[in-house]
């Protein structure tokens, strides 16, 4: 590139005390330097190959993608207008090292230079990026990212704590959000720096201390967007430890939507900016009271509804139905014990005299059965004879009731004596004749 050099030394005031008018210099406008400097640059630079990390990669509304081009020591701004980036296999992201072939153009409004991207192909992924990918990979392997880890969130948290920058515009979008939604929830504020060395281990001891004092119902660990290197502490192994090991739930906040880091994956929830993250542990107060209010008349109604049910079901027991209600009620089962009672009455009396006249009957059988009545109907006993005495009623039945009675013709012999008893007396007879 050609130096760019204007006519005379470069100090105006150098030379004689009082210039002439041939020594004074024509200044250039803005406009004009701007333009030389345009003229010059995209001339100089019309076709470019340069290799470099993506960095702050944002599509814009209309199509075309914004991003940076960086190395170690430098950065230049480029972009790549729609119809091109249609050309692309592969997605574009921060991290990708990439080799951009194109044009440095210069805008001439901001007084920028940028390179205009004509085509784009992958040199290998960033060393940034490489690393979290291999970080990533070896922390899920020991299971820090695993679902069961995750703990839920407290739906009214009495205090909330913050682990951020305190200067960032995280804390203000969290303290404004949850100052609209719920006042009344207690705020901690953990001060962390969010970038630069030696951030991360800052971040994880606030998460360590909020632990070990029980500072907090919940955590907010977090910050506000950025370049992937601007999030690399949220990334850091020793803050992903720390918030697994945490048993106050958190919720990881880092950036926009479309960034990402470690945190991310071992939190128990993943806000995709701050004020979202506010509003995950914060209800809102309005929300709150339209529910006790929904929740209020829907139990008014029910207890309405209820009262007005034992109104209707006392209406029927006015005193004058109560006594009519009680006889329909009553009358049936009356009557069922009046024939109940008459019914057992009827079974007793039946089962009475039955009973009775069993009992007449065995007394007619036993008289019948007895020695005194069969002798009354003509029949006599006889029985061997005895010396003759004088016995009384008492001595004549145990005599009945005694052995010696003659049953067969074989039990006696000719002028044997025998006995006859009748119902009344007795006669002595002699044998004389035997008939067997």
Known sequence: MSAIQYGGSSDPDEGSASPGPRSLKPALSVSALTLLIKNSLETAFSSVSVEGEVS?????????????????????????????????DFDLSDGLKVIARGSVSVYAARGQYQLIVQSLRLSGLGDILAILEERKKRLAQEGLFDLERKKPLPRFPSRVGIVTSPTGAAIRDILNVLGRRNSGTDILLLPAPVQGEGAGEIIAARIRQANAWKLADVLIVGRGGGSLEDLLAFSDECVVRAIADSRIPVISAVGHEIDWALSDFVADVRAPTPSAAAELVAESRDILLREIDQFGGSLAASIGARVDYARLSLSAFAPRDVEARFMRIFMPIARRFDDARDELTSAVSALFLATRHRIALAETSLELASPEAVLKRGYSIV??????????????????????????????????????????????????????
């Open 56 to 88: 702050n990669s944002k599509l814009s509304s209309s199509g075309h993608l914004y991003f940076s081009l960086k190395d170690k020591d430098a950065l230049i701004q480029a972009v790549m207008f729609k119809f091109r980036l249609a050309e692309l």
């Open 383 to 436: 029985r061997k004879a005895s010396p003759e005495s004088a016995e009384s009623p008492k001595d004549r039945a145990e005599r009945l009731g005694s052995g010696g009675i003659i049953r067969a013709a074989s039990q006696v012999s000719l002028d044997e004596s025998l006995q006859l008893i009748f119902s009344s007396g007795s006669a002595r007879v002699d044998v004389r004749e035997v008939n067997s």
